[in-house]
């Protein structure tokens, strides 16, 4: 049963997403905004339920088959990215850059944060 009420709360907060995309016509994913906000929800409640727990690890372990449709439309859509071979290597070179140092800051404050709270 933990594990329903786990899935239920991730559809929630993905159909939560989408309903703000759409209200706001945003240019983003629903999946994107339920995550974010779910983020900004567990941020304030300081803890994760145990469902979410098990619902999320069940996720994780499956996370390749949820990647791999995006992998495959890109490859069916390659032939438009032809001349754009430039653009493309400069967009996934800084995005990787920016995802790394970002991950970095992040890691650096959060553990900064933890140490202090400890003394």
Do not use: C, H, N, Y
Not at 79 to 84: A, C, I, K, L, T
Request: aromatic share 8%.
């Amino acid at each position: 049963m933990p594990l329903l009420r786990g899935f239920l709360v991730l559809v929630l907060f993905f159909i939560l997403g989408e309903s703000v995309r759409l209200l706001l016509a945003l240019p983003v994913s629903g999946g994107v905004l339920g995550m974010v906000l779910i983020t900004f929800t567990l941020m304030v409640k300081g803890s994760v339920s145990d469902a979410l727990a098990t619902a999320s690890q069940g996720l994780i372990s499956v996370l390749v088959l949820l990647i791999m449709p995006g992998v495959v439309g890109v490859f069916f859509t390659a032939s438009q990215f032809s001349g754009q071979w430039l653009a493309v290597a400069a967009a996934l070179l800084l995005g990787t850059l920016l995802s790394v140092l970002t991950t970095l800051l992040l890691m650096k404050w959060v553990t900064a944060r933890g140490v202090s709270e400890r003394e």
